[in-house]
T-cell receptor, first 112, second 112 residues
């Protein structure tokens, strides 16, 4: 257990529905990253926060994706109008002062 | 842009064999280097990391990696593998305070 939690662990949804995932990082960590991992691939960067500020977004993050980190604590990742291609494992990583990223268990999204 | 290349996608070894997994990265500046492991059904775990100092890094479970700056390489080694090492291994790199870029992973299968 890395101390990073994600909820839910699994989500099955129908195409076109909206989904929201939550990540609770290690409390004293000010940086938080979201990655997406599909079968046979390494995790791919989606977006990152320093405290509550979203500092970078990957071009993988279409307009249907939005992420927030109110108050610089937990973060949410929302996907609107889900598509089958959104099916993946969504990973959150919490980073403290020494650049080591602690990964949560991930949320596995299946879009039917 | 940073990139990470893992040479072997799938490796099969017998128990007690020696292991070396190749990893090369492209980035001109100072980097942090990582190897992560993902056991079946589990989340990403850090095996070892290199930030600075001794280029030979020792990690958990008998793994080590050597950073060779001139070759942009960070190969993972273990002198004698066990069946429990069956997992997927990811090499990763980041510039200081930046997102992690992962390789596509090497699936290691150890025959008992």
């Amino acid at each position: 257990d890395t101390g990073v939690s994600q909820d839910p662990r699994h989500k099955i949804t129908k195409r076109g529905q909206n989904v929201t995932f939550r990540c609770d990082p290690i409390s004293e960590h000010n940086r938080l990253y979201w990655y997406r991992q599909t079968l046979g691939q390494g995790p791919e960067f989606l977006t990152y926060f320093q405290n509550e500020a979203q500092l970078e977004k990957s071009r993988l993050l279409s307009d249907r994706f939005s992420a927030e980190r109110p108050k610089g604590s937990f973060s949410t990742l929302e996907i609107q109008r889900t598509e089958q291609g959104d099916s993946a494992m969504y990973l959150c990583a919490s980073v403290g002062g020494y650049d080591e990223q602690f990964f949560g268990p991930g949320t596995r999204l299946t879009v039917l | 842009a940073q990139s990470v290349s893992q040479h072997n996608h799938h490796v099969i070894l017998s128990e007690a064999a020696s292991l070396e997994l190749g990893c090369n990265y492209s980035y001109g500046g100072t980097v942090n280097l990582f190897w992560y492991v993902q056991y079946p059904g589990q989340h990403l775990q850090l095996l070892l990391k290199y930030f600075s100092g001794d280029p030979l890094v020792k990690g958990i479970k008998g793994f080590e990696a050597e950073f060779i700056k001139s070759k942009f390489s960070f190969n993972l080694r273990k002198p004698s593998v066990q069946w429990s090492d069956t997992a997927e291994y990811f090499c990763a790199v980041n510039a200081r305070d930046d997102k992690i870029i992962f390789g596509k992973g090497t699936r290691l299968h150890i025959l008992p």
